[in-house]
């Protein structure tokens, strides 16, 4: 078993290739939140990365939930990046960490395995100026491709797109596919990235 030195020094070598990796593409993090669950060794970093100058897009990401294990002993394997537009959606900062911490719980407890797409259908814990209540996890999209998959010593971690949706949009993913989702995206009006689309 792990010594608890061994763990810290295991997360600190994560944190430095995949926060390392953020920063490369979307520069400084304002400010992070640490989730940590004692009991079963869950301990998980999220970042907020606020729009450059010039740019129009706010990012939170995950450090930490690839190492992260289920129930089943399961490690998840994966990171979260959610882009949206730097106005938030109309809401606070901390009410989408909030959030993002509930997902990403029930995701631990919840989720068998980290296969994608997955959707999790609409919820009432969505921030309240969203019409986006239901969330997709999928492949990454627009990023950078060195993003997708990240080498952190011999483990291989995948950045998955984590994305709210409307309850119509989570429909369609459920019941004609990701690749029937994409089509409908490249035909709307507003950006994939707003949650008050």
Do not use: C
């Not at 593409?25 to 304002?30: R, V």
């Not at 897009?57 to 994966?78: E, K, Y």
């Not at 979260?80 to 938030?88: H, P, Y």
């Amino acid at each position: 078993m792990e010594s608890t030195k061994e763990r810290e020094l295991s997360f600190d070598i994560r944190r430095t290739f995949i926060l390392g990796a953020y920063m490369r593409e979307w520069q400084m993090p304002e400010y992070r939140v640490i989730l940590k669950k004692p009991e079963t060794g869950a301990y998980v970093e999220i970042y907020y990365f606020p729009a450059v100058e010039g740019e129009e897009i706010a990012r939170f990401a995950t450090v930490g939930l690839s190492a992260t294990h289920r129930p089943n002993g399961q490690a998840v394997g994966t990171e979260w990046v959610m882009a949206l537009t730097s106005d938030l959606g109309g809401e606070s900062m901390d009410r989408i960490f909030t959030y993002l911490s509930d997902l990403i719980a029930h995701h631990i407890e919840a989720a068998g395995d980290s296969r994608i797409p997955r959707v999790m259908e609409e919820s009432p814990l969505a921030p309240a100026n969203w019409t986006t209540t239901a969330f997709l996890l999928d492949e990454l999209r627009g990023e950078s491709e060195e993003l997708e998959e990240l080498q952190v010593g011999s483990e291989r971690v995948e950045i998955l797109w984590a994305l709210p949706v409307t309850a119509q949009e989570a429909a369609l993913i459920l019941s004609e596919g990701v690749e029937a989702f994409d089509s409908y995206v490249e035909n709307i009006e507003h950006s994939i990235i707003d949650p008050r689309r």
